[in-house]
């Protein structure tokens, strides 16, 4: 299987990157392929809304690394997502990358979008400072997983699994219970 993981937080050594690394290795040592993208080390302009793409499924904009990883995205068989909640949505640079492949993702007709990402499994991960369970009633964490899904419903991503670790100030460690979530989920992408 190939894997690849979105990892839209700069903090590499966070929580979000804790918790996609112990999901890297799980699948690592089950012995599939996977890659992992930082979307702060991305080079990517952000959209002009020409809506040209939604038309001739291609950006009017130089070539950069949106198209590298809309390529990496059709290649891949299951992609896990992890942001940050930044304003109770997901990360600018990751919402940078999603609406420049739009067109890759989705395909737009007279009736309802055409989903292209149709039939690849997807785990979504997110943190935030806000603890639980005031993280998931006030939209926290869960506004950034809400974001996402938008994205995934619209791409045709089967969601198979979904995490939300509040009060990363309070709790600034993963416990083994966190850890365990992470180890659950990716065997539904086996
Ligand atoms: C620009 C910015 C906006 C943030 N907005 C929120 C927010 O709306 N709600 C919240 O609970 N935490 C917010 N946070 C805190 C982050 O969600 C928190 O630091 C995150 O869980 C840690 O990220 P990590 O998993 O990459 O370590 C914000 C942080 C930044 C830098």
């Not at 996609?20 to 930082?38: A, S, W």
């Not at 007709?109 to 292209?116: A, D, G, S």
């Not at 950034?144 to 791409?155: F, G, P, Q, T």
């Not at 699994?161 to 065997?187: Q, W």
């Amino acid at each position: 299987m190939n894997i690849l993981i979105i990892n839209g937080s700069p903090r590499k050594k966070g929580l979000i990157s804790q918790m996609l690394g112990i999901m890297q290795e799980e699948v690592k040592n089950r012995g599939d392929k996977v890659q992992m993208v930082f979307t702060n080390d991305l080079n990517i302009k952000p959209c002009i809304a020409c809506m040209v793409c939604r038309t001739k499924s291609k950006c009017v904009l130089d070539e950069d690394d949106s198209q590298r990883v809309l390529k990496m995205m059709q290649e891949a068989d299951a992609i896990i997502m992890g942001a940050p909640c930044y304003w109770g949505n997901i990360p600018g640079q990751m919402k940078l990358l999603f609406d420049r492949i739009v067109y890759g993702m989705m395909r737009d007709t007279p009736r309802f979008p055409e989903p292209l990402m149709k039939g690849k499994k997807c785990i979504l991960v997110s943190t935030c400072t806000t603890p639980w369970p005031w993280n998931v009633w006030f939209n926290q964490s869960h506004g950034a997983i809400r974001a996402l899904r938008e994205i995934c419903r619209y791409s045709g991503f089967k969601i198979v699994a979904t995490i939300e670790r509040g009060g990363t100030v309070m709790h600034p460690e993963l416990s083994e219970k966190d850890k365990n979530k992470c180890r659950k989920a990716i065997k539904k992408i086996a």
